[in-house]
Nanobody
Framework: VQLQASGGGLVQAGGSLRLSCLAS????????MGWFRQAPGKEREFVAA????????YYTDSVKGRFTISRDNAKNTAYLQMNTLKPEDTAVYSC?????????????????WGQGTQVTVSS
């Protein structure tokens, strides 16, 4: 699976962005998907995960109620809708695919990664 993330940009605090992750390859519909982010000088952190059919999701505490992960297997695309953005959400956001059936937050469980897309939230 090859992944391509897009949709990042510059937005004011309180605004919204939707990230997309387009996948190529025949395993997308059976893979779990995750979004991660990395801020300057910080380690990559887990943001959200979704299972293969979209029936289960999981979020890190700091984005619960603000971010929504979803997927459209017919379009080979995963999404991250980000609302009520805060300056601390500023980071490079990357999508990743895993063959794990269970939702996982661990970067080592994801075998395919896309390039990141920059999200900058101004105060």
């Amino acid at each position: 699976v090859q992944l391509q993330a897009s949709g990042g940009g510059l937005v004011q605090a309180g605004g919204s962005l939707r990230l997309s992750c387009l996948a190529s390859g025949r395993t997308f519909s059976s893979d779990g998907m995750g979004w991660f982010r990395q801020a300057p000088g910080k380690e990559r952190e887990f943001v959200a995960a979704i299972n293969w059919d979209g029936s289960r999701t999981y979020y890190t505490d700091s984005v619960k109620g603000r971010f929504t992960i979803s997927r459209d297997n017919a379009k080979n695309t995963a999404y991250l809708q980000m609302n009520t953005l805060k300056p601390e959400d500023t980071a490079v956001y990357s999508c990743a695919a895993t063959s794990y059936v269970s939702l996982t937050t661990r970067t080592g469980d994801y075998r395919h990664w896309g390039q990141g897309t920059q999200v900058t939230v101004s105060s």
